[in-house]
């Protein structure tokens, strides 16, 4: 097969595009696939400041390692959850990684946050769900960073498959307010910085093969929280729909960006004001991570 | 296990309701499930005369001989297809089956509407999509026959299988118009008898088993043109995720009904009229089962 731009010998064939191409070619059409996200959801200019949320996976470096290569000014931010070897594994990857392009790596040590809690034990202590506990923290000192260290766009590397998956559960539920939130790109808010998801038209194999031509270490090592997380499920459905409905990712994930007002009369019938202890925007008196960290002192106490 | 209403041995577990009975007790289990569908969208009452498509498969005779033995006063309506085998054999079944229950049953034949030709002829002589032709057809006959023989509601089988894996289709390529059309129950309009679908709340499973302790013979032969079907496709995926999250399609598919006046505002932008040859309404100057008809002959002059 040969490489659909170049016509030299192909390496890679990606079928809901119908396209052959060489490793050269397939770094190009990556980063495009990148800036067409960027462009069609406005979601950054060069002169903006970006910091990538990382986590040591695949998408979160291959996004990163683009970003640089592109030209941006981009920061990396790692959350260490101190979930065992699989954080000790991705902290290791990161610094590497950072190390070795010379970017700037903010580092967030849970211990040192929740008074030397990890999450595994935080979950323990509030009896809380492991998957909600740890997005809630991560979105926490995503935003709370982002916000501090005055960057104009926080970016996640979440991808074509994570949100077709997130996408399929939300609508399995019927879950509107997340449909209606669920975007590529969100606003500046009060308190809030802007938030992008450039990995929206690229699928997980097509960042494995990203990653692989790139020689980006990631962590091979998967979190044990994961097993249970229903999300794998939709993943895998799709997957399985994909082999025989070829491009049926993209086409349900656009069509929904292309309806999404339907459910947007939905949205938000709340107001968000400052968390009393932490400043954090939220819905009730105290935010999501204070209450956690209440508990987590309360349940100690009781010991 | 034990019947969860009389304590005798069960002969059936329904995971999604979790649920152990005996025969007797899932009967009438089923009976209920109808006429809760039938309570809920208002389908029909006791003095309406009801007429139900059958095809000779086990979800409109398991409806059929509900109705029946629920005191309803229901004739049949089968559309001979000629479809070799298939159809031949779904004749003999549903004529066996009104015959001994003493049931009123009508029988259209293709062959006599379309100049002699069976369903795989005019497949053949428009080029069209199988499913489609068929699915267009069967409308138009169940439409006409209720109207002429003023039935008060026209039924089909539609299972919640069906409706889960329609609905899922429907969503992944944002069909909004058919979302705002896919109702358990449609009420009576110019040129249409009230139709409903009194299986929803009931799996296949569920028909299958009702029809094997009540001694119901169907079709065992598939239809020929259904492999292709994408239907299928998304049931599969369906059942497979039902495997790990029980209750997902009655979930899915009661969530859709409470939310589908998110898709209203996007039905039906165009009016009906009646077709210039046949009256059956239609959005253009003539309907698609006359166009299929000229189609026909026209290839047939062209030989």
């Given amino acids: 097969m040969r490489c659909a731009v170049c016509k030299k010998k192909a390496e890679v064939y990606l079928p809901h595009h119908n396209l052959a191409l060489c490793r050269e070619d397939f770094i190009r059409f990556f980063h495009k696939r990148i800036k067409k ?8 200019s060069e002169e903006d400041k970006l910091l990538v949320a990382v986590s040591g996976g695949k998408d979160s470096l291959s996004l990163w390692d683009s970003l640089l290569k592109m030209g941006y ?9 101190g979930i065992g070897d699989f954080s000790k594994r ?6 590497e990684f950072s190390e070795n392009r ?31 506990v740890c ?43 997340y449909l209606a939130k669920q975007s590529p790109a969100l606003p500046e808010e009060d308190g809030f910085k802007k938030k992008a ?41 799709l997957h399985q729909m994909e ?5 049926l990712r993209i086409k349900f994930y656009k069509g929904f960006l292309r309806n999404r007002k339907l459910f947007e009369k939905a949205e938000k019938n709340y107001t968000l004001k400052p968390c009393k202890i932490c400043g954090y925007p939220t819905s009730s008196e105290i935010c999501g991570v ?6 987590a002192e309360v349940s100690e106490g009781e010991k």
Wanted: hydrophobic content about 40%; proline content about 3%.
């Fill in 73 to 81: 000014n981009a920061d990396g931010l790692f959350i260490h959850l």
């Fill in 37 to 44: 996200a960027v462009d069609d959801f406005k979601m950054f």
């Fill in 197 to 237: 998801k450039p990995l929206i038209y690229l699928t997980e194999r097509e960042i494995a093969i990203y990653s692989f031509f790139n020689n980006i270490k990631y962590n091979e090592l998967s979190c044990p929280f994961s097993k249970k997380a229903k999300s794998h499920l939709y993943k895998e459905s």
């Fill in 90 to 95: 991705a902290f290791e990857i990161v610094k």
């Fill in 243 to 247: 082999l025989s409905l070829k491009g």
């Fill in 102 to 132: 010379k970017a700037e790596l903010i580092i967030i040590n849970i211990k040192d946050e929740f008074g030397g809690k990890t999450l595994p034990e935080l979950v323990e202590t509030t009896k809380g769900v492991p998957c909600k």
């Fill in 290 to 295: 204070c209450k956690i960290k209440i508990k």
């Fill in 135 to 177: 997005g809630k923290i991560k979105r926490y000192f995503f935003d709370r960073i982002a916000l501090k260290e005055n960057y104009d766009v926080l970016l996640t590397g979440h991808n074509l498959d994570d949100e077709a998956a997130f996408l399929l559960g939300n609508i399995f539920n019927w879950n509107i307010e």
